[in-house]
């Protein structure tokens, strides 16, 4: 078996000869050559549909209860409504975040927004997906009401506007998978890598790799300021009757 290292080595003789002698073509190397086989990728059952959560997922929402979520305002239970497999937003009892803290991440996320369609714009059926507490993906009934189009649903708020509209009608499940690498600062607390996230709305590519200008600001410019490299994920209460399901997260 011809190990990495003995790989890397060959690759370096190919190119040193290479730009020795400009002769590349010429070098004919054993298939094996590009080959290695450590390690091993993990395998991971999946579930039985698409959107169940595999074998490595922390599910933190199955619809019985809400013990992975906690108040954002005192850390007091979590006092959203709980019924037929969902949870549903209790206007003023606040947003909600996870007991447990995550920076690079999968998370995947259903929601529906209210059935019953009042109000236009920032004011129909809102809520979001505040990752880290900081970074927020819209949840907005955009099914046919106009608003900004950084603010609209699976929008990165106030900064990127989803590549197309995937929302479904109000009362139906639409599906958020969201790939997040959280933002890096060294010792000194100044960023050396920006947050970057890709989201999937029902299926289709919205939000591809963008790179975040900073935590969501409502007015203002965004800025960075270090923070932990985990940290708890916030559902928004936003006063709007908004529903979620199937919540599973893997670290990655």
Same mark, same amino acid.
């Given at each position: 078996?011809?190990?990495?290292?003995?790989? &890397?080595? =060959?690759?370096?003789?190919?190119?040193?000869?290479?730009?020795?002698?400009?002769?590349?073509? $010429?070098?004919? =190397?054993?298939?094996?050559?590009?080959?290695?086989?450590?390690?091993?990728? %993990?395998?991971?059952?999946?579930?039985?549909?698409?959107? $169940?959560?595999?074998? *490595?997922?922390?599910?933190?929402?199955?619809?019985?209860?809400?013990?992975?979520?906690? !108040?954002? %305002?005192?850390?007091?239970?979590? #006092?959203?409504?709980?019924?037929?497999?969902? /949870?549903?937003?209790?206007?003023?009892?606040?947003?909600?975040?996870?007991?447990?803290?995550?920076? $690079? /991440?999968?998370?995947?996320i259903e929601w529906a927004s209210p059935t019953v369609v009042k109000g236009?714009?920032?004011? %129909?059926?809102?809520?979001?997906?505040?990752?880290?507490?900081?970074?927020?993906?819209?949840? =907005? *009934?955009?099914?046919? !009401?106009?608003?900004?189009?950084?603010?609209?649903?699976? !929008?990165?708020?106030?900064?990127?506007?989803?590549?197309?509209? #995937?929302?479904? #009608?109000?009362?139906?499940?639409?599906?958020?998978?969201?790939?997040?690498?959280?933002?890096?600062?060294?010792?000194?607390? /100044? =960023?050396? !890598?920006?947050?970057?996230?890709?989201?999937?709305?029902?299926?289709? &590519?919205?939000?591809? #790799?963008v790179e975040l200008k900073g935590p969501t600001e409502y007015i203002g410019?965004?800025?960075?300021?270090?923070?932990?490299?985990? &940290?708890? +994920?916030?559902?928004?209460?936003?006063?709007?009757?908004?529903? +979620? %399901?199937?919540?599973?997260?893997?670290?990655?």
């Amino acid at each position: 078996m011809i190990t990495l290292k003995r790989i &890397l080595v =060959l690759i370096a003789v190919v190119s040193f000869i290479s730009e020795s002698f400009g002769q590349q073509k $010429d070098i004919k =190397l054993p298939p094996e050559a590009t080959e290695f086989w450590e390690p091993v990728p %993990r395998k991971v059952s999946v579930g039985a549909q698409n959107h $169940d959560a595999p074998s *490595d997922a922390i599910v933190l929402f199955d619809g019985s209860n809400l013990n992975n979520f906690v !108040s954002v %305002r005192d850390n007091s239970p979590a #006092a959203w409504k709980v019924e037929n497999g969902s /949870m549903t937003v209790t206007p003023q009892k606040g947003d909600i975040k996870t007991k447990e803290a995550f920076g $690079d /991440m999968q998370l995947h996320i259903e929601w529906a927004s209210p059935t019953v369609v009042k109000g236009e714009g920032q004011g %129909r059926g809102n809520s979001g997906v505040i990752i880290m507490g900081m970074y927020e993906i819209q949840v =907005l *009934d955009s099914y046919e !009401s106009r608003t900004y189009s950084n603010g609209q649903a699976a !929008s990165v708020y106030k900064q990127y506007p989803p590549l197309v509209n #995937a929302t479904k #009608a109000p009362g139906e499940w639409n599906t958020y998978d969201i790939f997040f690498t959280a933002p890096r600062f060294n010792k000194d607390g /100044m =960023l050396t !890598s920006p947050a970057k996230v890709t989201v999937i709305h029902n299926g289709i &590519l919205v939000q591809n #790799a963008v790179e975040l200008k900073g935590p969501t600001e409502y007015i203002g410019i965004p800025n960075y300021r270090a923070h932990e490299a985990e &940290l708890p +994920f916030v559902l928004q209460d936003h006063g709007d009757l908004v529903s +979620f %399901r199937n919540i599973w997260v893997r670290r990655l």
